[in-house]
C-alpha cells in the first residue's frame, strides 16, 4: 500500500530554477497548494513569468489540458515579504532551494523550527552540503541538540534533491541527515513520488552521490580544456556522441551554472580532504570574472 505524504500545503523557498521547478512539479503533478517565498521580490516575478511560460508551452504541445494549466497556477500564492519564513506557519512540508551557502541555510531553518508546525517536515534541496549540519540548527532557541524536543525538531529534516530542469529530469535524491525521523524519510519519498519522480538513497557524504560522481568529471573535462588537450567543442562532442550524453561536460558546467559548480567542488574538497575533488584553477578564475555560465550569458559558451 503506497505510503500517504499527508501534505496538504507546501512552502517552497527560493523562486530560482530550482524552486520555480520544485513549485511547477508540486502543483502541476501532485497537486498541491504551494506558498512561494524568495527575499528579492524580482526573483519571484521571474520565476512566475518562467512557469506561464512552461504551463503555456505544455498546453501548446497537448501535454496538459488548458484547465490543468490554470489549477496549476492557482495553487501557487506568494508570501508576503514583510511577512518573510513566518508566512510559512502553516505549511505542511518546506523546500529550501536557496544558494549553496552554509549559514544562509542554517538560518533558515533555525527560523523554520521556531516558526513552523513541530510535524512539519523541512527538506533542503542543497546538492552537497551536509544535510546532518543542516538538521543541527533546525533546534529551537535555547534547546539542546540532543535533548528530545531538539532531536524531535531535527528528525523532521530531510535531502530532498532534485535536477535541473526539474520538469524533466525524473530523479529525486534522498539524503536522511544522522537526525532524520523515518517518517520524515518516507513522507518525503512519497512526496517525491506523487510530483512524478523516481526516488534513490544517498547517505549523507559530500555531494551524495550524484554530485560526487558528477563533479569530478566536470571538473576533469575543464582541466583537459585548460591542458589543451582539446577543444572545448571536441570535448564536448566526444562525450556527446561518443556516450550518448545529452550535453557535454562543458556545456552541463554551464547550465548548472559556474558558481554552483565551484561551491559544489569546493564543499567536496573539504569535506573529504581528497586532492581529486580539487576545483581546477580555470573554474575558480572564471567564477572570480563572474562567468557563471548560462545564468549570466557567459561560461564556457555565450547565450543571448
Ligand atoms: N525547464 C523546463 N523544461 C525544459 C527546460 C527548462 N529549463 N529546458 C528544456 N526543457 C524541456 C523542453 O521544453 C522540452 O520539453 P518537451 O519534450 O515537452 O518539448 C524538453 O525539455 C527537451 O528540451 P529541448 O528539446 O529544448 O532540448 P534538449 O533535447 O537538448 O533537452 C535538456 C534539454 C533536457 C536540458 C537536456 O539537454 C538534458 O537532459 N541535459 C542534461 C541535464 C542534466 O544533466 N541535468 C542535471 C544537472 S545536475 C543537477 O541539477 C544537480 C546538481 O546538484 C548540480
Redesign the pocket.
Known amino acids: 500500500m503506497a505510503i500517504a505524504h499527508g501534505i496538504k500545503t507546501l512552502g517552497v523557498i527560493g523562486a530560482g ?1 530550482m524552486g520555480l ?1 520544485i513549485t511547477y512539479v508540486a502543483a502541476l503533478r501532485a497537486k498541491v497548494p504551494v506558498q512561494l517565498y524568495d527575499r528579492a521580490p524580482e526573483q519571484i516575478s521571474k520565476g512566475l513569468n518562467l512557469m506561464d511560460k ?1 504551463l503555456a ?2 498546453v501548446a ?1 497537448g ?1 496538459i489540458q488548458e484547465a490543468e494549466a490554470r489549477q496549476a497556477r492557482e495553487r501557487v500564492s506568494v508570501v508576503d515579504q514583510a511577512v518573510g519564513v513566518r508566512g510559512l506557519r502553516d505549511v505542511d512540508m518546506v523546500i529550501e532551494a536557496v544558494s549553496e551557502n552554509l549559514e544562509l541555510k542554517q538560518r533558515i531553518f533555525s527560523e523554520l523550527s521556531a516558526e513552523t508546525r513541530p510535524d512539519t517536515i523541512l527538506a533542503t534541496n542543497t ?2 552540503v551536509s544535510i546532518t549540519k543542516i538538521a543541527a540548527s533546525a533546534v529551537p532557541r535555547g534547546e539542546s541538540a540532543a535533548s528530545e524536543r531538539g532531536r524531535n525538531s531535527a528528525g523532521r529534516v530531510v535531502g530532498l ?1 532534485f ?3 526539474v ?3 525524473k530523479l529525486v535524491e534522498l539524503i536522511s541527515a544522522l537526525q532524520t525521523s523515518n517518517d520524515t524519510l518516507s513522507r518525503s519519498r512519497a512526496f517525491a513520488i506523487a510530483c512524478d519522480k523516481e526516488v534513490t538513497v544517498s547517505k549523507d557524504v559530500p555531494g551524495f552521490v ?2 560526487a560522481l ?1 563533479m569530478p568529471f566536470i571538473n576533469e573535462a575543464i582541466m583537459w580544456l585548460e591542458k589543451g588537450v582539446a577543444t572545448r567543442d571536441d570535448i564536448d562532442k566526444t562525450l556527446r556522441l561518443g556516450m550518448n550524453h ?2 557535454g561536460p562543458l556545456q ?1 558546467a554551464d ?2 551554472g559556474l558558481d ?1 559548480c565551484l561551491a ?1 567542488q569546493q564543499t567536496l574538497y573539504a569535506g573529504t580532504g581528497d586532492s581529486k575533488y580539487r576545483p581546477s584553477v580555470l573554474l575558480e578564475r572564471m567564477v572570480d570574472a563572474q562567468w557563471l555560465g548560462r545564468k549570466n550569458g557567459k561560461g564556457f559558451y555565450e547565450y543571448n
Open positions: 530554477q521547478g512552461l508551452k505544455d504541445k501535454k546538492s552537497s534533491h535536477f535541473n530542469p520538469p524533466v529530469m550524484s554530485n558528477l545529452p550535453m552541463l547550465f548548472i554552483t559544489i
